[in-house]
């Protein structure tokens, strides 16, 4: 707009840089929104893969329990004594 008030050269400069700092945004808001979606892509997957070994971890551990359950009894003799 002020190209067409002032009519002068640095007046015609400035509105083109204008439209280019808008040229320069609406591209940058659209590598953001892309890499918002890759972002959430891969935090999709991590926590499916984390889920994944959480269901491993907990069959460890729960085996681990039931060998320190049987552990607690009185030690077994081997051999003869």
Known sequence: MAANVLN????VTMSVEIVRAFIRL????VT?????R???DI???VK?????QNKKIEIILRALKELMEDAEGPPKQIGNA
Not at 26 to 29: D, E
Not at 32 to 36: D, F, R, T
């Open 8 to 11: 002068s050269e640095q007046a």
């Open 26 to 29: 609406r591209r940058a808001a």
């Open 32 to 36: 953001y929104e892309g890499l918002a």
């Open 38 to 40: 890759r972002v959430s």
């Open 43 to 45: 935090e999709r997957t």
């Open 48 to 52: 499916e893969n984390l889920s994944g």
